[in-house]
């Protein structure tokens, strides 16, 4: 006999997913979309850049690598909840100190086992990212009409400014570098380090841990610094980091701060929202997809070299490629729909990509980014 259904995910449409719950029990209304990574689950649900959306695995497999603290990319779980083909399997990796639904539980995020991923896939695919209400209670009872309805009656994420939400409550110096087997987590280099302050729109430890890596001493600010509160670190560069939300609404108060760090003419590198809203800045648009970018595994073309690079990507929103300005050149595309996946300015160290070059999860292609914004602040040192 089946085992009742302890779990429901009810979709805007009137779509009703039925599955096993773990995590917290609780109900939560949020964005759907799929994620085709095969591992990282740990490191996406702590992405900020996943406020308010829950992450359709397509691999069928999580929770079998456990958690670890190393692994988390922010403090919390920030992603609403998780929908998997198979329950969470007992963890089976020397690095795992905990359980997957058991962390869950602890941090207050909700996850149903036992749907059909596949199918739910290639809805958001033809359909878009739909509004979703995902509901665990051990009792197995759901008032799916007014589940429907919540679905129905939710904003979703265009205008919504996620950022301020997610970014730190006050500034801080973050030193850790990179890991190493054997070693673990690296430290900022004692001599003549670049001095980068990192605008936090959700920034994830790993992209600061390549900052440092490469170079860099860092000081985070929060996503509402000013201008004045950048300069007042006398940085040598400027870096804008990912998070989640709409860019648009974001940039209401991070586009003229960042306007007025590109007329001072130093380095400045941005990372998925950052990459938005440096463009914003720059004078483009940003536009809503349909589906997104989810994954570690997409092809992005280099248009200056025709190297392909396989890359992290976490994203809703996209810069349209039409609107960017004279002196803003494309540098990168996504050979999956042809969207934009970087900018550069003519003549001026500022640059910025979509996709993850940290990769937190994914492949290490695209490290080399974290190289050019440090030979950008080298190079002006003279």
């Known amino acids: 006999m089946a085992a009742k259904p302890t779990a429901c995910l009810a979709l805007a449409d009137g779509t009703v997913f039925y599955g096993q719950g773990f995590g917290a029990p609780g109900e939560v209304v949020a964005e759907l979309v799929f994620n085709t990574a095969m591992t990282g689950y740990q490191e996406i649900m702590s992405d900020p850049s996943y406020a308010s959306q829950i992450v359709t695995f397509t691999f069928p497999h999580i929770g079998n690598t456990g958690i670890n603290p190393e692994d988390d990319e922010a403090p919390d779980p920030v992603a609403s909840g998780i929908v998997v083909r198979w329950d969470p399997t007992a963890p089976s990796n020397w690095r795992a100190t905990g359980d997957l639904a058991q962390w869950m539980a602890r941090r207050g995020r909700i996850g149903i086992g ?32 007014a589940m429907i309805a919540r679905a129905r009656a939710w904003q979703g994420l265009v205008g919504m400014d996620l950022a301020r939400e997610v970014s730190c409550a006050q500034s801080y110096r973050w030193q850790e570098g990179g890991w190493e087997w054997g070693k673990g987590f690296g430290t900022a280099p004692e001599d003549k380090p670049f001095k980068v302050v990192a605008l936090d729109y959700g920034a994830k430890r790993n992209i600061l841990r390549s900052l440092v890596a490469h170079g860099a001493d860092v000081m985070v600010l929060p996503a509402t610094a000013t201008a004045e509160d950048v300069l007042a670190h006398q940085p040598e560069g400027v870096f804008l980091s990912n998070g989640p939300g709409d860019p648009a609404a974001t940039g209401e108060y991070a586009v003229p701060m960042i306007q007025q760090l590109l007329a001072r003419d130093m380095p400045v590198f941005g990372i998925c929202l ?13 536009v809503k997809m349909g589906h997104g970018h989810h994954g570690a595994n997409h092809p ?83």
């Open 114 to 145: 036992g749907v059909d991923t596949r199918r739910l896939t290639r809805a958001i695919r033809q359909q878009g990212a739909p509004h979703v209400v995902l509901a665990h209670d051990p009792e197995g009872s759901f008032d799916l009409e």
């Open 274 to 286: 950052g990459h938005q809203m440096l463009a914003l800045a720059l004078g483009a648009k940003t």
């Open 300 to 382: 992005v073309r280099d248009n200056e070299t025709g190297k392909v690079e396989i890359t992290s990507m976490n994203h809703g929103f996209a810069v349209d490629s039409q609107t960017l300005p004279k002196g803003v050149i494309e540098t990168h595309v996504s050979l999956f729909d042809g969207s934009n996946c970087g900018i550069r300015v003519e003549d001026k160290p500022v640059f910025s990509v979509q996709y993850h070059p940290e990769a937190a999860p994914g492949p290490q292609d695209s490290l080399y980014l974290f190289q050019r914004f440090s030979d950008a602040m080298r190079a002006r040192r003279g």
